[in-house]
C-alpha cells in the first residue's frame, strides 16, 4: 500500500470513528424511543426487537403531552430569534462600518457580555423579573434570553459586515439611496449567509436552553427541555417516553438546518479564502 493511499484510509478510518461516536446517541435515542420500558431495560441491549410508537402516542396524546411544552419553546425560541435578528443586524452593521465615540468599548462591552457565567447572574434575573411580576411568562423568558443572544449575535455578524467592500456603500450613495436602504438593498443581500447561521445559532441557543428556563419557567410558560423532567422521579425514569421526547426536541432543529443548510455553508465558508464574500 503506498503512502498516499494509507494516509487517505486512514484519515477515512478516522473520520469514521468520529462520525459514529457523533450519531450514535442520536440513533440510540430513536431505537429506545420505538422501544417498550421492559424491551430498553433489557440486558444486554436488545438491536432486534419489535417496533412500538407507544411512547410517541403517550408523550404527544397521554395526560402528561408535551405539546403545551413544545409550542411554549416554538413560542420562546422564535420570538428570540426575530427580535434578536431585527436589534443585531442595525447594531453589528453600526459597530462594522460607523465611526463614532466609544466604538470600540461599545464592541469590547459585546464581547464581556459573552464572559459572565450563566450560574451567577441567574439570582438578579429572577429577583428582577419576580419585581416586575414577569416570572413564567413569555415576555420575561424572552427578555432574559435576549441578554445573550443579542451579544452573541452582534459579535457574529460584525465580522460578515466587515467583509463587504465599503465601494458598494459608495455606489449606492452615489446613486441617492440613503443608509437604511443601502444596509437592505444591497448589504444584508451580501451577508444573507452570515444571517442565516446566525439565526440558526440563536434559535439553538433558545430552544436547547435550560438553567434559565427550570429557574424562571413555572406551569404556564415550561419549555420542553424542562418538561423532560416529568419522565424523571426518584422511583423510575421511563426511558422510552423520555427518548421520544428528547427526538421529537431534536426535529426542529434539524428541520431547520436541512432547510437553511445552503445558506449556512455559505455564511460558514465567507472569508475562508482571500476575498471570499467580496462579490
Known sequence: MTTKRFRFVATMVITLIFLLAWVFPIVWSVLNSLKTDQDVLAYPPKLIFQPTLEAYRDVLFGSGSILPNLISSFVISIGTTVITMLMAVPAAYALARLRFRGKKFAGFYVLATQMLPPVGIIIPYFLILRNIGWIDTYQGIILIYLSFSLPFAIWLLVSYFEDIPFEMEEAAYLDGASRMRTLWR?????????????????????????????????????????????????????????AAVSVLAMLPVVILGIIAQKNIVKGLTVGAVKGGGRR
Open 186 to 242: 444591497i448589504i444584508i443581500p451580501q451577508v444573507r449567509g452570515g444571517i442565516a447561521v446566525t439565526i440558526v445559532f440563536v434559535f439553538l441557543n433558545a430552544w436547547n436552553e435550560f438553567l434559565f428556563a427550570v429557574v424562571l419557567s413555572g406551569n404556564t410558560v415550561r419549555p420542553v427541555t424542562v418538561a423532560m423532567f416529568n419522565f424523571v422521579s426518584v422511583e423510575q425514569t421511563l426511558w422510552a417516553k423520555l
